[in-house]
């Protein structure tokens, strides 16, 4: 059981800096943050502006039957948790592997029960406390409220970003993935390619803040377990469940920003009329429409938005909304096993592309590329897309970052190599700048 208490702040953005400043005292921390008072992106959905989950009191790793442990651990702990899932659980699902080269070493999953679950809507913190941690809560608050200054600065890192595949291979492997769709394998696949730095140190916290002052996206994401980070600027969320309904919004179409208000809202419209990136945008709806109808009941799935263009700080993105109703007692578990991955990180149709992707691309994507997210006591849970993010083994000194783009029939390598530097642009600023 928890213990609940509510306070009002006078400044609930300095509240959640200070938030996870704080969390560096825990072994186990995960920040979720809307950025709702900066977002342009307003998400219907949301349930809190910013959330963190610090201190484990159990927890589950794995990279092996993990879908079957997940769901006992779950089962029986009837309460919170929070964790990621990786892109390779595929392997679990499907008769697939991935053997590509992995210099981060995460699990393939990982979740923890947390003593300390603090949320942020408007001027109100909650916090929820397991009940023996209940005493805490007065002095974590003072602690968390006074904070007087930014204890968090570090010293610049020299950080030497390498490609894992270069430009003319880049445009050798588009144009086989091309070959494939004109021969009829596939019709769509995400196409990545990762930028990595060894024998590199960086400060997590410091990275994330600069990150999500750059992006400021609605599902941005601070994890932290066993010197191993994700810190993310994610805009998209894979899947959520409300009682019995589940809403999926992929994102498939990005145009680039400019400072210049008339040419940026042409940018924005071409983006809405562009053949190819609707194209793109209206497969994977149909993929993910699909997935979900496998668990959904009958008649219940609806494109509740398709292809509507969001700006976000960096680019535009076309992002759809599907929805679905199940039954309220289904395992949530079950229901990700049936859409995991996420269509709009793999491609159409999904078993075919996802062969595809593992024979071309040159590194194993792990936790880019997964989701990060919580499930609630009552069975529901909301879990982001990770992209748009850099991940850290703090042992091991390596960074990473991927980025992809959709390759279609109408797709040409010069185009794609382009938007995918575009997506690239942030981590790459802040990881050279740090």
Known sequence: MRTKCT??????????????????????????????HINSHSDSYSSFDALLAVDSHSSLA????????????????????????????KNELEDLQSNNYDGLHFPELYFFQPKKIIQVKANQVHFLYLDKFESQIFTDYNTVLNFETDKNESKKSDVKIKLRIHKDAYYDKANLFLKHIYR????????????????????????????????????????????????????????????????????KGTAARSTDKKEDKLLKKSLAEDVKERA?????????????????????????????????????????TISARVDRNMNPIEIIKATFPMGSMTGAPKIAALKIIEKLEETKRGLYSGTVGYFTPNGDFDFNVVIRSILYNEIKKYVSYSVGSAITAKSEPEKEYQECLLKAKAMRKVLESN
């Open 7 to 36: 306070f009002s702040v006078s400044d609930p953005v300095k509240f959640k800096k200070n938030l996870l400043i704080w969390s560096k005292n825990f072994k186990e921390a995960i920040f979720l943050d809307s950025n709702s």
């Open 62 to 89: 794995s990279s092996l039957n993990s879908f079957e442990k997940l769901e006992h651990f779950y089962s029986n702990t009837n309460d919170w948790l929070f964790g990621y899932l990786s892109y390779d659980l």
């Open 184 to 251: 009829g394998d596939i019709y769509e696949a995400n196409f990545c390619q990762e930028f990595y730095a060894e024998k590199t140190k960086i400060e997590p916290v410091s990275t994330y803040f600069n990150l999500n002052k750059i992006s400021e996206t609605p599902f941005a994401t601070f994890l932290k377990f066993n010197n191993k980070y994700l810190l993310s600027a994610t805009p998209e969320r894979y899947l959520k469940k409300v009682g019995d309904k589940i809403i999926s919004q992929p994102i």
């Open 280 to 320: 793109e945008n209206i497969m994977i709806t149909d993929l993910v429409r699909n997935d979900l109808s496998r668990i959904a009941e009958k008649g219940s799935v609806k494109v509740e938005e398709l292809c509507k263009v969001y700006t976000f700080e960096q680019v535009h993105q076309m992002i759809s």
